[in-house]
Nanobody, 124 residues
Framework: QVQPVESGGELVQSGGNLRLSCAAS????????IGWFRQAPGKEREFVVA????????LYAVSVKGRFTISRDNAKNTVSLQMNSLKPEDTAVYYC?????????????????WGQGTQVTVSS
């Protein structure tokens, strides 16, 4: 099984940019759909974006479309999340998750393996 490992979270000012990475531990991401979710204090876990490793198909949440970009690096076996024009409401713990399904889904229940999360804080 694959174990996602997130990195890159930090404190950034409103309007700033940040890049998160999700590395695969245990095996490659090949055949998986990789998703990013986030959870703010007192709120439910929220879908952000996901990508199918094999065909590159992706799905974005409306709240981040046009600001966030997901990409994959076959050589490094990582998925990156480029976050631009960050807003205070983007503040959350960001989780990377892997789904064995080939179709890109937004429901957390569709994902089988989860990372520990990385904190992103956007100051106003």
């Amino acid at each position: 099984q694959v174990q996602p490992v997130e990195s890159g979270g930090e404190l950034v000012q409103s309007g700033g940019n940040l890049r998160l990475s999700c590395a695969a531990s245990g095996r490659t991401f090949s055949g998986y759909t990789i998703g990013w979710f986030r959870q703010a204090p007192g709120k439910e876990r929220e879908f952000v974006v996901a990508i199918n490793w094999n065909n590159g198909g992706s799905l974005y949440a409306v709240s981040v479309k046009g600001r966030f970009t997901i990409s994959r690096d076959n050589a490094k076996n990582t998925v990156s999340l480029q976050m631009n024009s960050l807003k205070p409401e983007d503040t959350a713990v960001y989780y990377c998750a892997a789904s064995k399904l080939s179709t890109v889904r937004s429901a957390p229940s569709m994902y089988d393996y989860w990372g520990q999360g990385t904190q992103v804080t956007v100051s106003s």
